[in-house]
């Protein structure tokens, strides 16, 4: 069959789609990835995976109108020129615009794949709640002929149905993209100093203020413990400027070790790694420092709350509660013999509930694509 896959990232092609496009071209299929343009080597990389790429306009924040006129126009040329079996969309614009797109395309099994609900879902009031109503109302026509819709947690599920986006019978669910446990091996090895580690875009709902607090509350009983972020910055109109976060980090509060394109060293060199988000689908940061064996810290939100068993391989706290997030990063320094145990659990939980292996033998079930 020829599968399209789209998103808006190229870099998510690989980065969270490069195992399942994989697979796909390993079950027989003709697979063609559509995104954002993107660089040389990355198209190379992914012709040497076997799929093809094309690329399209798509801006991936902001509501401008010219803008994701064209981005529709775009998909419906690509999707009548490519005139695939399956089309399943990721992210927002590419689901809504996608799903517009198709709807005169009945032939087409059309999968939109929700991996959080985002920023316009989580603002309240005013020309903030007009924009919650405005995207509810484009996900309820973009997916009104959609064959399914998967999800990565049953919170944001549950949003969905009960907003009457899409009836509870075409909805599926899976664990998040997975985590690739040979990629992120398992590190027994603790640093001899307690350093938290927290990753991710630059946005205020990743929660990164309630983790500078929480570090600089920490300090004033713990001044020698470690608390490092990473991660680039973001357009999003949430985004948080970067010289707020040097400026927590000129404070002494936070180590701000810019962006990365491997992760891997920083994992291994922390003690505890913390998510303190807002709302996430399946935090992959969290699933990778599961993986190299770390305990976790995160927040009480869907899509965080599946990754812990409170008291095993970590800890819950209420969502933008600082203070409560100082309070567990104290118990961790205070109880370091706890690290490794909770790191074992840790990697147990990833082996069982996340391998991307797992994962993508379900999502591909679901996309009626396995041989």
Known sequence: MRVVIVGALPESLLNFRGELLSELVSEGHEVIALANKATPALVSSLKDSGVCFNSFPVQRNGMNPLQDLKTFLALRRKFHDLNPDVVMAYTIKPIIWGGFALRNMSHVRFYALITGLGFAFHIKGGLCGLLTKVVITLYKAALVRASGVIFQNRDNQNEFVQ?????????????????????????????????????????????????????????????????????????SPDSIPV????????????????????????????????????????????????????????????????????????FLVPKADAEALAERMIWFIENSDKWKTMGIKSREIAEERFDVRKVNDKLISILGLKG
């Open 163 to 235: 907003h009457k986006i899409i009836p509870e019978s075409r909805c599926s669910i899976v664990n998040g993209s997975g985590v690739n446990l040979t990629h992120f091996k398992q590190k027994s090895i603790f640093p001899e100093g307690c350093v938290f580690l927290t990753l991710g875009r630059l946005l205020g709902d990743k929660g990164f203020r309630e983790y500078a607090t929480a570090a600089a509350l920490v300090k004033k009983r713990y001044p020698d413990v470690v608390f490092k972020l990473v991660g680039p910055n973001d357009p």
């Open 243 to 314: 010289n707020e976060v040097q400026s927590w980090h000129e404070k002494g509060w936070i180590e701000y070790c810019g962006a990365t394109n491997d992760v891997r060293p920083f994992l291994e060199e922390c003690s505890v790694f913390v998510l303190a988000s807002y709302h996430e689908g399946m935090p992959r940061t969290v699933l990778e420092a599961m993986s190299v064996g770390r305990p976790i810290l995160t927040t009480d939100v869907p899509g965080c709350r599946e990754t812990v068993d409170p008291g095993e391989n970590g």
